[in-house]
């Protein structure tokens, strides 16, 4: 494949200077919280596929690194609840970018009292080789990014991730994802790929990277619609929907028995008991659901119990499970 990191650093340096309407989701909205307030061209130029912003992650949070900073809303955001000198760190490898998000923090701090351009420290990097200390951040979030790598890249850009975070720590993502193959004519397009249309994998492909990277806890957090490539346009048998994933992997040891990887799936006891106990850690309250990792799912499935329902993958987790 022809390095598509010059078109992707083209793209997003004329991206910093002149919005692109058609780039991502720039129509992306900000979170609505109290005395936030997001400068109208920071958000015109807000290059995103959903939010890596989950307030129930950043409880306790001191440091959070966000790589490819676009227009800084996410960083403010960040920062809304991280609020230290140097407490968000943003890593960008085209110069125009960080010139760009730099302006517009200090545009954000004339409409936001709460906020002082010193909560966040920008700094030119290559996710490839993060200018960061090992274990030294709490939560790392990218949106929209890890989706243009080429796989080797894509290892080694987790791997980057992995590194640096705290132990339990956590990496927030947000990325398109395909719903089949994606055709070698668009996916070695640079710049089909540099626009986030053609570097998509399969949801399955996508979270097995992370575990290879060392995540021992995925969470699919949300999956909706992004794109669809039509078949005329892009020269494809059929049109090719792809759609857009939140995922937070955590910094967790792999268990012995694989990855525990959490898709919104449950397991409900609808027996004589009071509750059921597996003897394995899951202890399910009769008619209540209880959120499920994958594996568990397959476990509990071949128990081969009248009374015991697992559902399908709701692809939206909130974290109340176990594994």
């Known amino acids: 494949m022809q390095d598509y990191r010059t078109a992707v650093e083209d793209l997003y340096r004329e991206a910093a200077q002149n919005a692109q309407s058609k780039l991502c989701c720039t129509l992306t909205p900000p979170w609505k919280l109290p005395g936030l307030s997001v400068p109208p061209d ?19 949070v001191e440091k959070v690194l966000y790589v490819g900073v676009g227009a800084g809303l996410e960083a403010l955001q960040l920062s809304y609840f991280v609020r230290k000198a140097g407490g968000v760190l943003g890593v960008d490898t085209v110069p125009e970018m960080l010139e760009t998000a730099g302006g517009l923090l200090q545009q954000a701090a004339q409409v936001n009292d709460w906020f002082d351009p010193s909560f966040v420290s920008l700094k030119k990097g290559d996710a490839l080789d993060l200018p960061v200390e090992d274990e030294s951040i709490d939560l790392a979030a990218q949106n929209c990014l890890f989706n243009i790598f080429s796989r080797a890249h894509l290892a080694k850009a987790l791997s980057e991730m992995h590194r640096v975070l705290k132990p339990h720590g956590k990496l927030v993502l947000s990325d398109p ?86 898709t919104g799936r449950a397991a409900i006891y609808v027996g004589k008991d009071e509750r059921f106990d597996d003897g394995k850690g899951h202890v399910l309250e009769r ?33 109340d499970g176990c594994c």
Not at 42 to 53: H, I, S
Not at 224 to 232: A, G, Q, S
């Open 42 to 60: 920071m958000l015109a130029k807000n290059y995103g596929c959903g939010t890596t912003v989950h307030p129930r992650d950043l409880a306790g």
């Open 177 to 262: 994802v395909a719903t089949r193959p994606v055709p070698p004519h668009l996916a070695e397009d640079p710049r089909l790929r540099a626009e986030c249309l053609s570097g998509a994998l399969l949801l399955p492909e996508y979270l097995d990277a992370m575990v290879a990277a060392g995540f021992g806890t995925i969470e699919v957090r949300a999956r909706r619609p992004y794109r669809v490539l039509d078949k005329e346009r892009y020269q494809l048998n059929e049109h090719l929907l792809l759609e857009t994933v939140e995922v937070v992997a955590i910094k967790d040891a792999i268990p012995e028995d694989g990855p525990c990887v959490f």
């Open 287 to 319: 008619d209540l659901p209880m959120g499920i990792c994958d594996k568990t799912a397959v476990a509990l499935l071949a128990l081969g119990k009248a009374d015991l329902m697992i559902t399908d993958s709701t692809w939206h987790y909130s974290g």
